[in-house]
């Protein structure tokens, strides 16, 4: 057996109500309309499949909500196939809004939606078929007459007794045998006399006459079904009719009339009430604000039909009882009264809402349906159905004059809510979509800002991919992005306090390979920054040298060769991309120089410690004998172990030093080969390599110092300094003085040893 679907909840259709808006400019808005009506009610039925005997009150306002919308989205597609369509102007236009209306809620209360009477239980269940219960239905199938249980009274009697006067039994089962005896039936006949009389109403309020008619006649009342009938040939539209009036139609509300007013139930009284036009009878059994607003749209409705094709002059037609008038002149009226007179039950503060919107759709009030639903403070089940809702009236394919003055902000507004709900809800990948259709001035902002919110990498990319398909302005937004994480680079002697802002800008221009130039100088700027103030750790995530992508490296490492790559555009500025290329080397040069050089002097600090032998009178042999065997061998073997790590990491930091000190002549390390006029960044270079180079001349110094090529030290250092003019330059006045004392220590260190003052051995002469 198949397991059974979970219920389709309010958050579950997201993706089906973009997919309806995609085709809003191809298909047309209503078929729009229909598609995101099918999918409320789908939602609706879902719900109501899964629901238990006893649903719970979350899931029975789920289902309210999602057939209120249902009926609402069918609603603008019928009303306004008439309101926007080709037949506005027509002469029977008046007509068919009136059908169109009075359709629309008998298809509400046949399928659950708005909660009309004819709704049956919580769940909007089918409406004849829940009134009556179905047990009940069937005996009354099963029975040969229609009063059973008084035909078994009356055949115990003796033949032809007549009833007693005042309530008695009937003595006889014709129709009219209550009536005429003034006598009744057994009361378990009239009680499902009752039932039946409610479904029939309920099939009546939902616009089913055939499904009426059939449950009289299965039931045996077939002149109640003879007597329903007479309104068949009055059901046609009113371009059906074609002008021809139909002559015995006002016998026939007036038949219904004198029906309605002899009748004793209330349901009874209030179908021929309804059928013949005396309007007040029905009103008793209208229970919700759709059961209302139905009978006043169908007295408004019968009026005008009966008054155009439903009188001849050669009819007479008895004056008592009478027809009565409307109970209001429109529609405007009418919902006037059911504001004020709170006749139907109290509802949720949602589906008054809902209310509020269809009254105003059926008034063809769009510009104050859009202000309503712009100022809409909703859950958000509904907040999804005012954002699409208000894109039917003002999509940007929509003509701009059908929403009306002033309600660019409300839609503005609406969608604005929407677009929060859908980024705290997660859906990321349908922000786009929506943004997309906010005027073009608010797109940049709204989407830049709904980026800068995203932390995960990948799902940036994919917000990019899909700004991209919705037509967003990219590039302007990717500026946007990079502007409000960070400022451009402060000057000289101006420290950001915000580093992680500037990286994420950064990090934000590597997502789109268009921008990998425009990526590499942003992060050539902040790499100067961040080696001015010695910020090794954070140029390190521009570089690449140690982080990677999982320990917050910034910069991808294919980002120079996607540069690299642009040299071949004609339209590229080859002299700009060389210079960035050649800066950003040089810096990671130095970076990896200083990484590898720092972790040489961390390791100094960690070396073994020798422990001293045990001696003395005081000496044990115990003590003796486990420095001997233990503690010796342990530290002999963490010596060694470190020397190797010491040697190993010196190697490599000298390596990087001396290619940084030994960096190509021309240009020289941080040197344009093609200048430009960039006086600041012209400055900062300059202040770098004044302070990086002689930094690396110390730092070699010192590993020099710290190894067993001291020997070296003072003849490599002090040659490679003198003899480059352009390195000697960079030292200043107490820098050199620094370095010359420096040599001067290690010199009178190498006195100490067994080579000469020049730090040659005299073996290797």
């Given at each position: ?10 958050g579950d ?66 009303l ?124 009546l ?84 604000w ?19 094709y ?73 907040l ?5 809702a ?10 701009a004059?059908?929403?009306g003055?002033?309600?660019g ?14 980024n ?110 010695d ?10 040298v ?54 040489w ?69 941080l ?16 202040r ?17 110092a ?60």
């Amino acid at each position: 057996m198949a397991e059974e679907q979970a219920p389709r909840r309010a958050g579950d259709d997201y993706e089906e109500y973009a997919a309806a808006l995609r085709e809003f400019t191809s298909k047309g808005r209503f078929a729009y309309a229909a598609a995101l009506a099918d999918l409320a009610q789908q939602r609706g039925d879902s719900i109501r499949r899964a629901a238990t005997s006893v649903p719970d009150p979350k899931s029975v306002k789920e289902r309210a909500t999602a057939m209120l919308e249902s009926s609402t989205w069918k609603l603008i597609h019928d009303l306004y196939q008439i309101h926007l369509g080709d037949g506005h102007a027509a002469e029977d236009a008046p007509m068919k809004i009136l059908k169109a209306v009075v359709n629309w809620l008998e298809h509400a209360a046949g399928h659950g939606g708005g909660g009309g009477s004819g709704g049956g239980d919580a769940f909007g269940s089918d409406a004849a078929d829940d009134a009556m219960d179905d047990a009940v239905f069937r005996n009354l199938q099963e029975e040969e007459s229609y009063w059973p249980r008084t035909l078994a009274v009356l055949e115990e009697q003796p033949p032809n007794v007549p009833a007693p006067p005042g309530g008695g039994m009937v003595s006889q089962l014709d129709p009219d045998a209550a009536f005429r005896e003034n006598a009744v039936v057994h009361e378990h006949d009239q009680e499902d006399e009752a039932r039946l009389m409610s479904s029939v109403w309920f099939a009546l309020r939902a616009g089913d006459l055939l499904r009426a008619r059939e449950l009289c006649r299965a039931s045996k009342r077939f002149w109640w079904s003879a007597s329903l009938a007479g309104c068949i040939a009055y059901c046609h539209s009113p371009g059906e009719l074609q002008g021809n009036p139909e002559p015995y139609r006002a016998l026939w509300r007036h038949a219904c009339r004198c029906l309605a007013r002899e009748a004793h139930d209330h349901c009874e009284q209030a179908i021929y009430g309804l059928l013949g036009g005396m309007w007040h009878a029905a009103r008793g059994v209208c229970i919700t604000w759709e059961d209302h607003l139905w009978l006043y749209s169908k007295a408004l409705y019968e009026t005008h039909l009966h008054a155009n094709y439903g009188t001849t002059e050669d009819v007479i037609v008895p004056a008592d009882p009478p027809a009565e008038e409307p109970p209001f002149a429109d529609f405007a009226a009418a919902f006037t009264h059911l504001r004020a007179s709170r006749l139907y039950e109290a509802h949720d503060e949602s589906r008054d809402e809902f209310h509020e919107l269809q009254a105003m759709l059926v008034t063809n009030d769009v510009r104050g349906a859009v202000l309503a639903l712009g100022g809409c403070k909703a859950p958000p089940s509904v907040l999804k159905f005012a954002a699409h809702a208000v894109l039917f009236f003002c999509h940007p394919a929509a003509p701009a004059t059908e929403c009306g003055g002033g309600t660019g902000s409300a839609y503005r507004s609406v969608l604005r809510a929407y677009l929060r709900h859908l980024n705290e809800t997660r859906h990321y990948a349908l922000f786009a979509l929506y943004t997309s259709l906010l005027p073009k001035t608010k797109q940049v902002r709204t989407y830049s800002q709904f980026l800068l919110g995203l932390e995960d990498r990948q799902l940036r990319q994919q917000c990019l991919i899909s700004g991209e398909h919705a037509g967003l302005p990219m590039d302007d937004i990717r500026s946007a992005v990079v502007s409000d994480v960070a400022p451009p680079p402060p000057p000289p002697g101006e420290l950001p306090d915000a580093d992680e802002d500037a990286l994420r800008a950064v990090e934000w221009l590597c997502l789109d390979q268009e921008s990998a130039l425009r990526a590499l100088l942003q992060a050539n700027a902040l790499l100067r920054t961040f080696l001015e103030r010695d910020k090794l750790a954070l140029a390190d995530r521009l570089t690449g040298v140690e982080a990677t992508m999982s320990t917050g490296l910034v910069l991808p490492a294919e980002t120079p060769a996607l540069v690299r790559a642009r040299a071949a555009d004609p339209s590229a500025d080859a002299a700009a991309l060389e210079d960035a290329l050649a800066e950003f080397n040089a810096l990671k040069a130095y970076v990896r120089a200083s990484l590898h050089y720092a972790h040489w002097r961390e390791l100094q600090a960690l070396r073994p410690v020798a422990l001293e032998a045990p001696a003395g009178e005081g000496a044990r042999y115990s003590e003796t004998l486990v420095y001997e065997r233990t503690l010796r061998p342990q530290y002999e073997t963490a010596e060694r172990e470190w020397r190797e790590r010491a040697t190993a990491f010196a190697e490599e930091a000298e390596r990087d030093l001396l290619a940084l000190l030994q960096w190509p002549v021309q240009p020289g390390w941080l040197v344009d080969e093609y200048p430009y006029t960039d006086e600041e960044r012209a400055g900062q270079l300059e202040r770098l390599r004044r302070k990086c180079l002689p930094d690396a001349v110390f730092m070699l110094h010192e590993l020099y110092a710290g190894t067993s090529r001291s020997q070296r030290a003072l003849c490599d250092v002090a040659s490679m300094v003198a003899g480059d003019e352009r390195l000697l330059s960079l030292f200043g006045r107490e820098r050199l003085r620094a370095l010359l004392r420096a040599l001067r220590t290690t010199s009178l260190g190498v006195l100490d040893t067994h080579a000469d003052p020049l730090g040659i051995d005299p073996l290797c002469r």
